[in-house]
């Protein structure tokens, strides 16, 4: 049985390349930003952009919590983590697919 390229080949068509980036949910990227806060005098890094659902953001903070060994929760769509890991935030989510503007 042929494959969906040999079909595509055969009526004409390009076969459709798949993005791997993120969509939120009107269908554009999901481009987020980070920000460093304080309170109470320790560094907070908040992660937002998001347009997610609440179980995708769960998975998305139990991969940061994991990689950065640092407590955080999931606040109005944006991600909170305990302490100064903007940097490491942006590596780990760069590689789950997201786009962060500048």
């Not at 993120?22 to 998001?50: A, M």
């Not at 302490?83 to 590596?91: I, K, S």
Request: proline share 5%.
């Amino acid at each position: 049985m042929p494959g969906l390229e040999d079909l595509a080949s055969l009526l004409g068509m390009e076969p459709q390349k798949k993005d791997n980036q993120p969509k939120g949910y009107d269908g554009s990227v999901i481009r987020l930003k980070v920000r460093i806060e304080k309170r109470r005098g320790k560094p907070v890094t908040i992660v937002w952009g998001f347009q997610s659902k609440p179980r995708e953001l769960e998975r998305l903070l139990g991969i940061c919590k994991k990689r950065l060994g640092a407590g955080g929760q999931v606040v109005d769509n944006t991600l909170e983590l305990q302490g100064d890991h903007a940097f490491r935030v942006r590596e780990t989510l760069v590689k789950e697919g997201f786009v962060f503007a500048k």
